[in-house]
């Protein structure tokens, strides 16, 4: 498809650089977000008609998750055509208001790329099944004979991170039983060789062409993916998923996949206003990741070392400082998060005992987590470098846990020995009204069924409301521009503070944060800007409650 729209200008161009090294970025998963035709989906049209929430909530940029034509097999993130929209989101001229009403709001827009794997529906994996062996068209992808005497055994003994074998089998055009594929996801997500020039020229195309329509950026999927190990050896170990995030696996963080980003680093610079790549990379640890942020590659990655950690001050503070030590070296910025499409919300995860995992379905103590969620986002958004919230977070929205079955999508759900396939928990769309027929989702029903009693934690419901969650966020935004100390750098000073509670410094800017279940009494460090709760100062000592974090003018 050619482009012919023209793109919009960026906010800020030619003022503003490293826009990225403190920028707080949304997260908007597109089918949860906004219903603008009533159909029950989200769609780009109702992103566009919400872009003023996240105005008025005081992000920096919006990542939208997957709108590209796609079978949806796996939410979206097995595409079809990377140059369309899908018809439940909308058209291409949608996705050009988006950016222009975005642009116009001073909001940058990243999109998701997902280049590790296409839809077994995209044009070139069709025609290569229809071509049959020996087709050109096979060697995009990791298709191989089969082990055995007959091929009847997969090429080697790697397991699909949603469960199950990584490979296929095909059938040939005659009818006979064919090669096998590969697939580190579901079957009909095969992945693409990254050996082969033909994908690489095809991805720097399909770069420049989001680029032409005003984008800023790109989160790239599984990042980590896209080279496998030579001769695809064998791994020797069943239940390979336990060993992901601790092993370096054939299949994951190859060395080979910084060569791609350093090509990609070429194509950004070909445009102005400060373009960015975003790494979601699964490693096994920060200083692996920070491979992916030298100054020739991308400009961030996703820190889910952090996203796993416990509410705990001792396990904190060192995933912390290991963080901004990785990154100096390669003068990137650190970044944070607690939520995202793929793991348990946070004020759900904090609600239940520590070592549960990030996929629960389990509502533990609401009370509970809410005011460690409140908590652990006062510490993440004081914290030097860029920090991620996931939709619906700055409502204190729960997971929903109790979702039955037979209404789940997770495709890892229906799957034996994969992710656990909850995610549909914190997918569920989200209210924006009291009532309604989906608390202001669309003028619908909602694609996943929300809770009952959702709407008493809608926008409307919170706003204006000084103890409500919204409003917390709005504050520590508002805070987080405007204090000296907050948002880009890459250093801290811990301070003296009784066990169980994390206090540090950053120029003029102090904060203080209870990890533990009861009252800890502190000297009083300055001004108290803002509190993730009720805290009374008397005097020069103050009494932090449980689980709350206060942030402090110095």
């Known amino acids: 498809m050619t482009q012919h729209l023209a793109a919009p200008a960026a906010p800020d161009s030619g003022t503003r650089t490293d826009w990225w090294r403190d920028a707080v970025i949304y997260q908007v998963y597109p089918r949860s977000f906004a219903d603008g035709n009533g159909d029950g ?14 105005k008025d909530l005081g992000v920096d940029a919006v990542w939208l998750s997957p709108f590209y034509a796609s079978p949806q097999a796996d939410a979206g993130y097995d595409v079809a055509d990377y140059r369309a929209i899908d018809p439940m989101f909308g058209t291409l001229h949608d996705a050009d208001a988006v950016i222009r009403d975005a642009h116009a709001l001073g909001l940058r827009i990243i999109v998701d790329l997902v280049p590790n794997h296409s839809s077994d529906r995209h044009d070139w994996f069709r025609r290569a099944l229809a071509d049959g062996p020996g087709s050109p068209l096979r060697e995009r992808y990791h298709f191989r004979p089969g082990k055995g005497s007959d091929g009847e055994l997969p090429p080697n003994d790697w397991e699909s991170v949603f469960g199950g074998p990584a490979w296929t089998r095909t059938t040939d055009p005659d009818g006979t039983p064919g090669d096998w594929y590969l697939h580190l996801f579901a079957p009909e997500q095969p992945d693409f060789n990254w050996e082969h020039p033909a994908v690489r020229d095809e991805f720097r195309s399909i770069l420049r062409f989001w680029l032409d329509m005003g984008v800023d950026g790109f989160r790239v999927d599984v990042a980590h993916g896209l080279i496998k190990a030579e001769g695809l050896p064998d791994i020797g170990h069943h239940d390979q998923l336990k060993l992901l995030g601790n092993d370096t696996m054939p299949f994951f963080d190859q060395d080979g996949v910084h060569e791609i980003y350093r090509s990609w680093r070429h194509v950004l610079a070909e445009y102005a206003g400060d373009r960015v790549l975003v790494a979601e990379a699964w ?27 416990h509410w705990d001050a001792a396990e904190l503070r060192a995933v912390i400082d ?20 793929d793991v348990t919300r946070h004020a759900t995860r904090f609600a239940n005992p520590p070592g549960l995992g990030t996929q629960l379905r389990t509502a533990g103590d609401r009370a509970l987590g809410l005011r460690r969620a409140r908590a652990a986002t006062l510490l993440m958004l004081a914290l030097p470098g860029s920090a991620y919230l996931y939709q619906g977070e700055e409502l204190g929205l729960p997971d929903v846990t ?3 079955d037979e209404v789940r999508q997770d495709p890892s759900f229906h799957r034996a020995q994969g992710q656990d396939g909850f995610r549909d928990g914190c997918r569920v769309p989200i209210p924006w009204t009291v009532d309604g027929p989906s608390y202001g989702f669309g003028a619908g029903g909602s694609w996943l069924p929300q809770p009952a009693g959702w709407g008493e934690l809608s926008v409307q419901a919170q706003t204006g409301d000084p103890t409500s969650t919204l409003e917390l966020y709005r504050a520590a935004l508002r805070a987080r521009r405007t204090q000296p100390g907050l948002g880009a750098g890459d250093d801290l000073e ?10 540090f410094r950053r120029e003029e800017f102090a904060c203080t944060a209870n990890t533990t279940g009861a009252p800890v009494r502190i000297a009083v460090p300055g001004r108290m800007l803002l509190a993730s709760g009720p805290v009374e100062v008397a005097g020069g000592e103050v009494e932090l409650p449980a689980d709350t974090t206060v942030w402090w003018a110095v």
């Open 494 to 503: 811990w301070t003296d503070a009784p066990a169980g509670v994390l206090a």
């Open 41 to 54: 989906m989200g769609d780009l049209e109702g992103i566009r008609a919400r872009l003023p929430h996240l």
């Open 283 to 309: 490693t096994p640890t920060v200083e692996r990741t920070a491979h992916y942020v030298r100054p020739d590659e991308m400009h961030q990655a996703f820190n889910f070392q952090y996203l796993g950690t």
């Open 322 to 341: 290991s963080s901004l030590a990785a990154m100096r070296p390669v003068g990137a910025p650190a970044t944070w998060v607690l939520s995202n499409h």
């Open 402 to 404: 109790d979702l039955p």
